[in-house]
Nanobody, 124 residues
Framework: VQLQASGGGLVQAGGSLRLSCAASGRTFSRQTVAWFRQAPGKEREFVAAIRYSSSTHYADSVKGRFTISRDNAKSTVTLLMNSLKPEDTAVYYC???????????????????WGQGTLVTVSS
């Protein structure tokens, strides 16, 4: 599975961005796909995930502001980010795994496939 993240950019606080993660490979529909982010000097942290069943999971810091969705026909996962805050500034990565269990869904070390990052900068 190869992942390609896109959609990052510069936005003012309160604005919105849409990140996309495009995947190749025949197993996409069965993959759990997640977004993580990493700010300078900080550890990579969980943002959101969507399982093959389309159940979704969010970090408390983004719940109510971010929405993750998937389109299996297009092998794409989208992260819609609203009401952005300066503290959302980070490099955002999409990740996928075929066999990750629910209790590990927020652990970045458990994901097998990674895309390159896309930078999101939120100005105050």
């Amino acid at each position: 599975v190869q992942l390609q993240a896109s959609g990052g950019g510069l936005v003012q606080a309160g604005g919105s961005l849409r990140l996309s993660c495009a995947a190749s490979g025949r197993t996409f529909s069965r993959q759990t796909v997640a977004w993580f982010r990493q700010a300078p000097g900080k550890e990579r942290e969980f943002v959101a995930a969507i399982r093959y069943s389309s159940s979704t999971h969010y970090a408390d810091s983004v719940k109510g502001r971010f929405t993750i969705s998937r389109d299996n026909a297009k092998s794409t996962v989208t992260l819609l980010m609203n009401s952005l805050k300066p503290e959302d500034t980070a490099v955002y990565y999409c990740a996928a795994d075929l066999s990750i269990i629910l209790s590990s869904i927020r652990m970045y070390r458990q994901y097998e496939y990674w895309g390159q990052g896309t930078l999101v900068t939120v100005s105050s």
